[in-house]
T-cell receptor, first 113, second 115 residues
Framework: LAKTTQPISMDSYEGQEVNITCSHNNIATNDYITWYQQFPSQGPRFIIQGYKTKVTNEVASLFIPADRKSSTLSLPRVSLSDTAVYYCLVGDMVGPGTYKYIFGTGTRLKVLA | KAGVTQTPRYLIKTRGQQVTLSCSPI?????VSWYQQTPGQGLQFLFE???????NKGNFPGRFSGRQFSNSRSEMNVSTLELGDSALYLCASSEISGGVGNEQFFGPGTRLTVL
């Protein structure tokens, strides 16, 4: 079974770049890596998704090395409103066309003024 | 488009009872996945339904079951409730099933408390 691990918490100051890494040692060959943001009392919200190398959208970048055993979410110039819990999500293929979705342990990011 | 909706938002039950939670996916989405979130275990995958068929299943006992209707709405049922079933139950919908490029949209969750 895939196992995903993330740092439990991180602190940053407004305006800084934040990098959060997720280790996923058994990601399914065809599966993408997805990152979500979750605020208290809300469901997770999609941030970014990628397969390998680098992906960038309007809010974040995602770096995935060639072996795909880890991924790094990069948030440029964070603000107070980025204070949340961040999760990586990978699929673990347990059979032909059969996946279990494995969430990381979550990283609680606190942005300080 | 309206987002994923879950009903009820809050529920209190006692041990031994059963409960049914409902999820309405985003229009056009055919896949619905269910997750359990607790402080101790984090987010754990329960199961996924696609076109009325259970496609994937996590490591939960048989007390946890689900189904999906022809309009893609899904229900999750937990029988013989235990104290440890107290959790936030999240539903997510997506256009496709499986792990390839699957962007899931989550609802606000149902907070279940078992007394």
């Amino acid at each position: 079974l895939a196992k995903t691990t993330q740092p439990i918490s991180m602190d940053s100051y407004e305006g800084q770049e934040v990098n959060i890494t997720c280790s996923h040692n058994n990601i399914a060959t065809n599966d993408y890596i997805t990152w979500y943001q979750q605020f208290p009392s809300q469901g997770p919200r999609f941030i970014i998704q990628g397969y390998k190398t680098k992906v960038t959208n309007e809010v974040a970048s995602l770096f995935i090395p060639a072996d795909r055993k880890s991924s790094t979410l990069s948030l440029p110039r964070v603000s107070l409103s980025d204070t949340a819990v961040y999760y990586c999500l990978v699929g673990d293929m347990v059979g032909p066309g059969t996946y279990k979705y494995i969430f990381g342990t979550g990283t609680r990011l606190k942005v300080l003024a | 488009k309206a987002g994923v909706t879950q009903t009820p938002r809050y529920l209190i039950k006692t041990r031994g009872q059963q409960v049914t939670l409902s999820c309405s996916p985003i229009s056009g989405h055919r896949s619905v996945s269910w997750y359990q979130q607790t402080p101790g275990q984090g987010l754990q995958f329960l199961f996924e339904y696609f076109s009325e068929t259970q496609r994937n299943k996590g490591n939960f006992p048989g007390r946890f079951s689900g189904r999906q209707f022809s309009n893609s709405r899904s229900e999750m049922n937990v029988s013989t409730l235990e104290l440890g079933d107290s959790a936030l139950y999240l539903c997510a919908s997506s256009e496709i099933s499986g792990g390839v490029g699957n962007e899931q949209f989550f609802g606000p969750g149902t907070r279940l408390t078992v007394l």
